[in-house]
Nanobody
Framework: QVQLVESGGGSVQAGGSLKLSCQRS????????MGWFRQFPGKEREKVAW???????RYLESVKGRFTLSHDDIKQTVDLQMESLEIGDSAVFFC????????????????WGQGTQVTVSS
């Protein structure tokens, strides 16, 4: 059974930084990595930074140059370093374990963490 435990959320002023971490335990069939998603109130969850089936990392356009995804396969962790945070980044962030979907030809989330709140204030 795969479990994901997130840490590192919190409150920060605009322009500040936060680092989110996610620890995975268990194995995922057809595993292709992990990723970070976020959800605004009343909105659907959106991808922020994630691994794709070509092994590359993708970023949501609005976070490119500000957020950096890194991973440690031995420790089974994935981190999201967030710089120059904006008020509009405030959301609940979720870590996800991804598996390869051959039909969709991409990596898809199959297990979610519990979520961690990130609040950016002026």
């Amino acid at each position: 059974q795969v479990q994901l435990v997130e840490s590192g959320g919190g409150s920060v002023q605009a322009g500040g930084s936060l680092k989110l971490s996610c620890q995975r335990s268990g194995t995922v069939d057809y595993y292709c990595g992990m990723g970070w998603f976020r959800q605004f109130p009343g909105k659907e969850r959106e991808k922020v930074a994630w691994f794709e089936n070509d092994g590359g990392i993708r970023y949501l356009e609005s976070v490119k140059g500000r957020f950096t995804l890194s991973h440690d396969d031995i420790k089974q962790t994935v981190d999201l370093q967030m710089e120059s945070l904006e008020i509009g980044d405030s959301a609940v962030f979720f870590c996800a374990a991804l598996k390869i979907s051959y039909s969709a030809k991409r990596c898809i989330p199959i297990v979610w963490g519990q979520g961690t709140q990130v609040t950016v204030s002026s």
